[in-house]
């Protein structure tokens, strides 16, 4: 079972920048998923950006102000954030999807104020 960890989270100005981390243990294959989903209050889980051997993908919501960066050593999945909105708010979780197993870490509260 793969077990991701994410840091970086916090709280920021509108138009500031952060920067996520999720390091993974277990076996990582670079062939499946791995990246960032969201989720704010009330809304439904989202998502952010993945990245596999292939390319990556964007939400809509964040495509140009977000970029997503994968070690596929070290196991690792980073996701530069510029540009932050107020909407940007939410609880961002690392994913790990392998088809037959997905994973999911506990979670890094990013909050933009205006």
């Known amino acids: 079972q793969v077990q991701l960890v994410e840091s970086g989270g916090g709280f920021v100005q509108a138009g500031g920048s952060l920067r996520l981390s999720c390091a993974a243990t277990?076996?990582?294959?670079?062939?499946?998923?791995m990246g960032w989903y969201r989720q704010a209050p009330g809304k439904q889980r989202e998502l952010v950006a993945t990245v596999s051997i292939w390319r990556p993908i964007y939400g809509e919501a964040v495509k140009g102000r977000f970029t997503i960066s994968r070690d596929y050593v070290k196991k690792t999945v980073s996701l530069q954030m510029n540009s932050l909105k107020p909407e940007d708010t939410a609880v961002y979780y690392c994913?790990?999807?392998?088809?037959?197993?997905?994973?999911w870490g506990q979670g890094t509260q990013v909050t933009v104020s205006p």
């Open positions: 277990g076996s990582v294959e670079s062939r499946y998923a």
């Open positions: 994913h790990y999807n392998a088809h037959t197993s997905v994973s």
